[in-house]
């Protein structure tokens, strides 16, 4: 049990962000700095997770949490629960990680009948006391009763008739509340509760629930956030932009959350509480909009923002209310921003000596990076603009329509989707997650939708007023669609297009040339890439690989004229019946081969020898041509192809297919060498390997054959490590081999007996969903499991052969963290797909910063 759980904002806490929440922290060093936040107090991460363990608040609580409202109390000289002048507060969640929108807030708490009537008399204004029990009775119904929203929503829409929250009249708002107190009967059997003690505690509860709700779960599963970490609760005071037209609330960013252009940025609403803002319950102004009637908030806003950022030293988010033309702020966080804004703002802020170059390096989410490196629509194709929005988050996608987030998950299983909706809710995080973009008839630029789009990387395009939704339809450029039909959006003009329109691959501006630039000048390892063919080892190149560290021969088999020359070379019953087809296959390999040498020129390029079992390209029995070449499928059948006759097997039962594919290499770097004057780096992988015998006998396989056709030319021997015996004995295979690479699919697969084709659309799935395993092996490397392995192999392997050369060609060479092990790990390089490049070209920079003491920011994108 904790010592104490509330803290307020003014009181020192050591526990710091981990302790008090990022809104918490925010909220109490904008305190000590003198910037106006309303008084109040947070309660703090441990007794989230305490109620999450008893499923109760912990013993001594409530106590502490009345010992601080009456502080509060008689800081704002007002009473809880008062009926004449009553504190009113909010309750607001406030995670250690940003998970915007994921968790709950309600504002006005303390209201009942009584205090709502002095309210109105102590502020001489009705409507203002009215609009607030309204929000209230709503707030509090949703969240911690769970009451569908529609039901409020419904009511309010029936009596707007069409005209804005804003022009409701008193008495109308009285009526409202009359029938929001209806609905919460009807819903819960019980009346809306009048006790402001009770309120408040019942609210503590639900924000701490709400941690672990399901659109947290999504969200937190889908940025790696742990589970554990809980959420902190600050209770605020309430200050109040619905007061009228000399209130309002807002949110702004110290630069363009899009482009991370300098410059003030944001939204405004005057007679609005904050969540209208947020929520995209009305379309806000810009925030200049709030320089005419507000010039003193304004002037103090920009004045703030510009403060907070260099304290930070960090683009932020802040959210604000003006109460009768004084400014409050109400939070200040790292800003969520797009992969442009945060190249943008990082070379920005290193030129403007806020940050050095290595903390640049590190503030950038590599997996960001991605956003940079999709399609975008072609500038050069005519198009026909079917509807126009906000540009709320960039890049282009195309996709079946879908209405509802549950239809997305299923739909994107097949093919993929643009989820199009009036607004999106937090609860529609698992339908943003699985859609290629999001298309809303309402909101604006920092509206839910714009906000969790921009964090995620994907395009939106929000506030389309020009489309129209029915029941399972929508109306575009007077054109009715229905689910399944293709749109195109484009997030970075707000353009709408029906059908699906030509892209383009996207340029790599100077801003991410100059971020990679300065991660190169950190990382020890190199970058390769995973290329089959001469377009993508030249991609690659573009994209900054230092080699090809994977290059699959395999897919070199396939095509019109190569699939029948070996499905004849499968097919034939002597060695030389196959030695006749292969020497028909040699030029095409040799051919392929010079391509990639003369793309990588200068650069070492490992080719792995033939991997699949020979039935891979085969048809299936009951497609084969004739009665021949279905005797051959039933004797290459194997009950565990995976586990049978491939990698090296292949090699040692028939030598003579390596012996061509040696022989096309060596020809094809000699012919380089002739032509150039620069002989390639070429690497002779084996794969498959699990015993010293069988990577001995290929290697005198290799040489023989690589006298006879390129004496001259310099080349390694080496395998993949991809079986766990293999890692085990790497002592003894290190005597016959130059390099390792580990193949960490396979050694996935191999280690933990999982099929990645059949354990990720069964049991993995619900492992991940259950908590059986917090990452999917395949994505993320099992550096207990898969790792130590690997730890064993390079200890064993360098320990006979202190310069063998190590290096990666799974997926796991393009993710973050996995590339992180591969570092601490001392491996020479990490190999992965050509557009994961840059990705690991940061992360390698940001692994080694780390471990230098100078990478422990969290980068604001993830």
């Known amino acids: 049990m904790a010592d104490r759980y509330v803290f307020d904002f003014d009181e020192p806490a050591s526990g710091g962000r981990e302790l008090l929440g990022g809104k918490g922290i925010g ?47 008689a800081r704002a000289g007002k009473r809880f629960g008062s009926s004449d002048d009553p504190l009113l507060v909010s ?32 502020t001489e204004n009705e409507r ?25 929503e419904s009511a309010l829409s029936s009596l707007k008739s069409g005209r804005q929250d804003t022009d409701l009249a008193a008495d109308e708002l009285r009526t409202l509340v009359d029938t929001y107190k209806e609905i919460y009967r009807q819903e819960t059997g019980d009346d809306f509760p009048a006790d402001a003690r009770d309120q408040l505690l019942r609210a503590v509860r639900a924000v701490f629930t709400s941690w672990d709700n399901p659109r947290a779960r999504v969200y937190r599963r889908a940025h790696d956030i742990a589970d554990d970490l809980g959420t902190a609760v600050n209770v605020v005071q309430m200050v109040f ?30 007679d609005a509480q904050g969540e209208d803002v947020v929520a995209g319950i009305r379309t806000p102004q810009p925030i200049e909009a709030m320089r005419d009637p507000l010039p003193k908030a304004f002037e103090q806003l920009v004045d703030t923002m510009r403060r907070l950022e260099e304290h930070y ?52 989410d590599p997996a960001q990076l991605d956003q940079l490196l999709h399609p ?26 879908v209405f509802d987030s549950d239809v997305a998950v299923e ?31 309402h909101g604006g630029m920092t509206s839910h939708a714009a906000v969790v789009a921009r964090g995620m990387g994907k395009p939106c395009v929000a506030g389309c007023e020009e489309l129209s939704l029915g029941d399972g339809t929508a109306r575009l450029g007077g054109q009715e669609l229905r689910e399944g039909d293709t749109i195109t959006i484009d997030g970075g003009t707000g353009r709408v297009f029906i059908g699906a329109v030509p892209l383009v691959a996207p340029q790599i501006n100077d801003d991410f040339e100059t971020i990679l630039g300065w991660a190169d000048e950190q990382r020890r390892l190199k970058v390769r890439a995973n290329a089959d063919n001469p377009e993508d080892a030249a991609k690659a190149r573009e994209f900054g690989a230092q080699g090809i560290g994977l290059c699959r021969t395999e897919h070199m088999f396939f095509g019109d004229e190569r699939l029948p020359v070996v499905q004849e070379m499968i097919l034939a019953d002597s060695e030389s019946g196959r030695r006749s087809a292969l020497d028909r296959l040699l030029p095409f390999q040799q051919s392929d081969f010079e391509g990639i040498f003369e793309a990588m020129a200068g650069l070492p390029v490992t080719i792995r020898l033939l ?129 390792f690479s580990f193949g960490t699919n396979d050694l996935t697969q191999t280690t933990l007996a999982f099929s990645r084709d059949d354990a990720e659309g069964k049991f993995l799935t619900r492992y991940l969903d259950e908590g059986v395993l917090e990452r999917n092996p395949f994505e993320v490397l099992d550096v207990e499991g898969v790792g130590d392995l690997m730890r064993i192999a390079v200890e064993r392997g360098r320990g006979v052969k202190p310069d063998l050369k190590l290096g990666i060609c799974g997926e796991h060479g393009g993710e973050p963290r996995s590339i992180a092990f591969c570092h601490e790990l001392g491996l020479d390089y990490v190999s992965c797909s050509p557009f994961r490049v840059p990705l690991a070209r940061l992360a390698a920079a940001q692994a080694a910063l780390r471990e230098a003491g100078s990478g422990s920011y969290v980068a604001a994108g993830g």
């Not at 709950?104 to 109105?120: K, Y």
């Not at 309002?248 to 609403?269: C, I, N, Q, W």
């Not at 509807?387 to 282009?396: D, H, Q, T, Y």
């Not at 994107?412 to 698992?430: C, N, Y």
Request: proline content about 5%; some cysteine; hydrophobic content about 45%.
């Open 27 to 73: 909220l109490a060093e904008m305190t000590q700095m003198g910037v106006p936040v309303p008084a109040g107090f947070t309660i703090t991460t441990d007794a989230c997770r305490a109620y999450m363990a008893e499923s109760d608040l912990p013993a001594g609580l409530e106590e502490e949490v009345d010992e601080h409202v009456r502080r509060l109390e």
């Open 91 to 122: 309750v607001r969640s406030g995670a250690a990680v940003s998970m915007p929108g994921m968790m709950d807030t309600i504002l006005n708490l303390g209201l009942n009948d009584e205090a709502v009537e002095g309210l109105a008399a102590r």
């Open 128 to 152: 203002f006391a009215f609009d607030s029990y309204r929000r209230l009775i709503q707030m509090f119904g949703e969240v911690v009763e769970g009451i569908d929203a529609h039901r409020f």
């Open 241 to 270: 932009g619905n007061k009228g037209d000399r209130s309002g609330t807002g949110v702004a960013f110290t630069r363009d959350p899009s482009t991370g252009e300098t410059g003030l940025y944001g939204e405004f609403l005057a």
């Open 313 to 364: 030293r960090d683009m932020q988010d802040i959210e604000f209310t003006v109460e009768d033309e004084q400014l409050y702020l109400l939070q200040t966080r790292s800003a969520k921003r797009t992969a442009v804004a945060a190249l943008k703002a990082a070379v920005t802020m290193v030129e403007e000596r806020l940050i050095s170059r290595e903390e640049a390096v590190t503030r950038i």
């Open 376 to 401: 975008m629509i072609d500038p050069k194709a005519s198009l026909e603009v079917a509807a126009k929005g906000l540009n709320a988050s960039p890049g282009a996608a195309c996709g079946a329509i």
């Open 411 to 441: 739909r994107a299983k097949s093919g993929p989707v643009i989820l199009v909706r009036w607004e999106t809710t937090p609860d529609d995080i698992h339908g943003m997650i699985a859609a290629q973009g999001v298309l809303t008839v």
């Open 611 to 739: 991997d699949p079992p020979l039935h891979e390209f085969l048809p299936d029995e009951q497609d084969a041509a004739d009665d021949r070449m279905r005797a051959r499928i039933r004797a290459l059948r194997e009950a565990n192809p995976m586990l049978g006759t491939r990698g090296c097997r292949v090699g040692l039962m028939f030598p003579e297919i390596y012996e061509m594919q040696i022989r096309a290499i060596a020809r094809a770097a000699r012919a380089v060498q002739e032509r150039s004057g620069e002989a390639p780096l070429v690497e002779v992988m084996h794969p498959l390997v699990g015993f010293r015998e069988e990577l001995a006998r290929l290697r005198d396989l290799t040489e023989s054959v690589w006298a006879e056709e390129a004496p001259g030319v310099e080349h390694l021997v080496g395998t993949m490590i991809e079986v766990p015996r293999a890692a085990l004995r790497a002592d003894e295979i290190a005597e016959v081999s130059d390099f």
